[in-house]
């Protein structure tokens, strides 16, 4: 009894949670189904592909473990500060 008033409960709150929260503010705000309305969605969906991509070739710019610095002196220091 109780296991099917609470699968009762979720369901219903998983059908109507979304349309109260309307977590995207561009659907939430537009009526219009125009080009501008889907052109808005697709930068937001896109958006987060070249910041990782970025990101991404941050880390892989850095200079491999191991591999010693071009810019090495007589010393064989690299003038770095970080622990590498």
């Known amino acids: 009894m109780i296991l099917r008033l609470i ?3 979720l369901s219903l709150a998983l059908l109507v949670g979304p349309r109260l929260v309307q977590a995207c503010p ?3 705000q537009n ?3 125009g ?3 889907l ?3 697709g930068a937001m969906i896109l958006l ?3 910041v990782a991509a970025g990101v991404y070739f941050l880390i892989r710019k850095g200079d491999p473990l191991g591999q010693p610095a071009d810019d090495e002196d007589s ?3 690299t003038g770095s ?3 590498f």
């Open 26 to 28: 561009q659907c939430a």
């Open 81 to 83: 500060v970080g622990p």
């Open 48 to 50: 987060p592909y070249p």
């Open 35 to 37: 080009p501008e309305f």
């Open 39 to 41: 052109v808005m969605l």
């Open 31 to 33: 009526d219009s189904q």
């Open 75 to 77: 010393t064989g220091s």
């Open 7 to 9: 699968q009762t409960l």
